[in-house]
Each structure stands twice: as structure tokens, then as C-alpha cells.
């Protein structure tokens, strides 16, 4: 008789623990994640954190959402505002808010990063592009990324969505035109160095002419003073005179210079 009571409670409890399982009242959120409750069709105002949570089999469920950070690399083609088409490899950092992951299930669902995230992401990439020509993109490449992250960075806000990076990784164009691009880029560089070389010479002729003016002013005072100082006409001759008198046909020589009077 005891020991079929003891076989009946084994018996009972192997079910119950059978049932359990098959119930699964138990819901675990791990590291990183949200739970959204779900109750007969109904999500629950708010999201359950990280650990084990009891709910009523059958009844109710829990969703689990990822809130960790989440890197896209992500290829496009947009055009410039001069009608280059540009080949753009990007890269985005995002993450759902922790605790607005039960409003997003709730109004948009787990799929998220398709039906709201990237539809703004190569709207904002297309309107900012748009805005350059292509040859000034590629010099303004960090200012162009930096409007669209702020873009970003504000709109994602109301959606439930951190976005925390954005970045260009490359941006392309046809061979035609960056050979093109390449061309314009030697033929300015040529002619700045050609301009800078008129600039050199112009400086030196300048310079030649000042100095050539200088001169010429000097030689006209000093051939006024000559003019109107006899002793300073000696004066220079004497400056001048190699110390040897002058030879003449008779074979005598005589002072050039009157040395006394």
C-alpha cells in the first residue's frame, strides 16, 4: 500500500514537471536584450530587463529585442548635385533605446532596421550629396558625414532608435570623370607653378630696376658735384690714378694734376 502511494506521488510529480516544461512559465532576457510581454494580443506598457520572468502559459509570451549596439556596412548609388552618380560605402552604429523597446514592437515590430532605420538613412544620404558637386564632395568629405550623422543623430530620436556613428568608408565615381577630376587637378597645379614663377621673375625685375634707379641717381649727383667742385674733380682723379705718371713722345712726363698753387 506504501509503496503505491510513493509510485502515485513520483508518478504525479514527473507530470507536473512535464506540464511545467511544456508550459514554459519561464521567460529569460539576456544581456544586451528587452523583453516586450505580450498578453493575448496586448504588449505590455513597459520593457522588461535582463533576467527571469514568470508568465501565464498560454496566455502570455515575451518577445525578446536586441538593444546592444549594432554595426551596418552598407552599399549605395546616389547622385551629386552636378549629376555624377557616386558609388558610397558607409557604415552605421545604431542601437533600440532600452526602455522604448516595447513601443517599438508595438507600433513598427522586430523588423525595425528595415521599415524605419535605413528608408531615413539613404534619404538623409541622397539629400546631403545632392547638395555638392562632385569634385567639392570628395575635398568636403568629413563635413558632408558629419551633416548627416547630426540628421540622424535628431530624426532616430523620436523612433525609438540611438543612432551613435556614421561614417564614409569610400566614395566613387566613374573612370571617366576621376580621370577627368585627376586631369584638372595637374593642370591647376601647373598653373600655380607657372604663376608663381611670374611672380618670381616680376620680383626680380623689380628688384633689378630699383637697384638700377638707385645707381642712376647716384652717377647724376655725383656728376652734379664734379660739375660744380674743381677740387673735387681732382679729388676723383687722384681716387682713380694708378700712381704712374703719363709717358709722352718727348720722353717726358709731367703731373697731370696741379699740386700746388
Known amino acids: 500500500m ?8 513520483l508518478a504525479i510529480s514527473i507530470l507536473v514537471v512535464m506540464f511545467i516544461i511544456m508550459c514554459n512559465p519561464i521567460a529569460i532576457v539576456g544581456a544586451g536584450e528587452r523583453g516586450v510581454k505580450v498578453t493575448l494580443g496586448m504588449v505590455s506598457p513597459r520593457s522588461y530587463g535582463e533576467g527571469v520572468h514568470l508568465i501565464t502559459p498560454f496566455i502570455s509570451k515575451i518577445k525578446v529585442m ?6 551596418q556596412t552598407i552599399k549605395t548609388e546616389v547622385y551629386t548635385k552636378d549629376i555624377q552618380q557616386a558609388r558610397i560605402t558607409y557604415v552605421i552604429n545604431y542601437n533600440l533605446i532600452p526602455d522604448k523597446a516595447h513601443k517599438m514592437y508595438r507600433e513598427v515590430g522586430m523588423d525595425y532596421v ?3 532605420l535605413m528608408p531615413v538613412v539613404e534619404g538623409n544620404i541622397k539629400d546631403v550629396i545632392g ?8 575635398a568636403n568629405r568629413a563635413v558632408a558625414t558629419a551633416d548627416i550623422f547630426n540628421k540622424l543623430e535628431t530624426q532616430m530620436k523620436d523612433k525609438y532608435i540611438n543612432v551613435t556613428g556614421f561614417q564614409f568608408i569610400d566614395i566613387n565615381y566613374s573612370d571617366v570623370f576621376e580621370k577627368a577630376i585627376e586631369s584638372k587637378v595637374t593642370a591647376e597645379q601647373e598653373a600655380l ?12 625685375a623689380k628688384q633689378k630696376l ?4 638707385a645707381e642712376a641717381k647716384s652717377m647724376s649727383i655725383r656728376a652734379n658735384a664734379l660739375t660744380q667742385n674743381k677740387a673735387l674733380v681732382e679729388y676723383e682723379a687722384v681716387q682713380r690714378w694708378d700712381g704712374k705718371l703719363p709717358q709722352y713722345m718727348m720722353g717726358s712726363s709731367v703731373p697731370f694734376i696741379n699740386l700746388g698753387k
Open 2 to 9: 506504501g509503496r503505491s502511494k510513493s509510485a502515485l506521488i
Open 66 to 71: 536586441n538593444v546592444k549596439t549594432q554595426k
Open 114 to 116: 528595415e521599415t524605419i
Open 131 to 138: 547638395k555638392w558637386n562632385a569634385q567639392d564632395l570628395v
Open 193 to 204: 607653378k607657372a604663376k608663381n614663377k611670374t611672380v618670381q621673375v616680376q620680383e626680380e
Open 210 to 213: 630699383i637697384s638700377a634707379e
